[in-house]
């Protein structure tokens, strides 16, 4: 395998504009994507970083492609882990897709590394987030654990 | 339809039969992998092997994208990671890895 890649598939009981201002607004990722926020101008080649709570950057890059409520692609890079910078650019795509009452969202992360160290990281990450997602969503309240940065990272 | 991804029954179903715990082994191992490369190796039907797919895929267990000519399938971990976080739960999280560590380290001691 030339490229290290991961697939995440969940349905959601919500709307598209919904879900993209879940993934993109500060008031609604603070509250599943572990208390951080994102900042970006939302426009093709535009800078874009995760914030952590302290204010440092936990991850940055370029926006790819957006086609809002519909699609984002972004060039991603790890800043907080030094041999997982090293790596260079990731590139993780979201689809949102209206199926009947439910919208499908894939995130595709990927890598063109054989065997990255954070492709890796980042698999054991991205379905605690995304279940909080959806249940925030769904509920109205996330996961307890990822409404907060952990401890000690 | 693939839409009722969230249907708890569909995935335990799915995960019912050696030969398609078997295909999600394989991509565990090696993920997004076409029929043909996924049937290598397998003492399975071509066939038979797109029959469990095709259930995998309804649980949204496997999923599919297309690059190129080629179909990759990858495995989908979220069903069940929404299995794990419905009757595990946060608190029993940390003390049934310890317990997992502590099975893997003895059955490697008595393996060795």
């Known amino acids: 395998m030339a490229e290290s890649e991961f697939v995440y598939v969940t349905y959601i009981r919500t709307t598209p504009e919904k879900l993209w201002r879940a993934l993109t607004e500060p008031a609604f990722t603070r509250k599943f994507w572990m208390g951080t926020t994102q900042e970006s101008d939302w426009v093709p080649g535009a800078s874009w970083r995760i914030v952590k709570p302290d204010g440092s950057t936990a991850d940055s890059g370029k926006v790819v492609d957006i086609e809002p409520y519909r699609r984002l692609v972004l060039k991603w890079q790890n800043q907080m882990f030094p041999e997982m910078a090293a790596e260079g650019f990731s590139r993780m795509t979201f689809e949102l897709e209206q199926q009947g009452e439910m919208v499908k969202l894939s995130v595709i992360h990927r890598m063109e590394k054989p065997e990255s160290l954070f492709i890796k990281a980042v698999s054991t990450g991205w379905p605690v987030i995304l279940s909080s997602l959806k249940t925030l969503l769904e509920t109205g309240e996330s996961l307890q654990a990822t409404r907060r940065w952990p401890e000690g990272m | ?112």
């Open chain 2, 1 to 112: 339809m693939a839409a009722m991804g969230t249907d708890v029954d569909m995935v335990f179903k799915a995960l019912a039969a050696p030969e398609r715990r078997l295909l999600l082994d394989r991509l565990r191992a090696d993920n997004g992998q076409t029929l043909g490369e996924l049937c290598r190796h397998l003492q399975m039907t071509r066939q038979a092997v797109t029959k469990h797919l095709k259930i995998l895929e309804d649980a949204t267990l496997v999923v599919t994208i297309r690059r190129g000519r080629e179909k990759l399938h990858y495995l989908n971990p979220m069903p069940i990671h929404d299995i794990a976080e419905r009757w595990i739960g946060k608190y029993e999280r940390g003390r049934l890895r310890a317990l997992a560590e502590l099975k893997a380290k003895l059955e490697g001691e008595i393996d060795g």
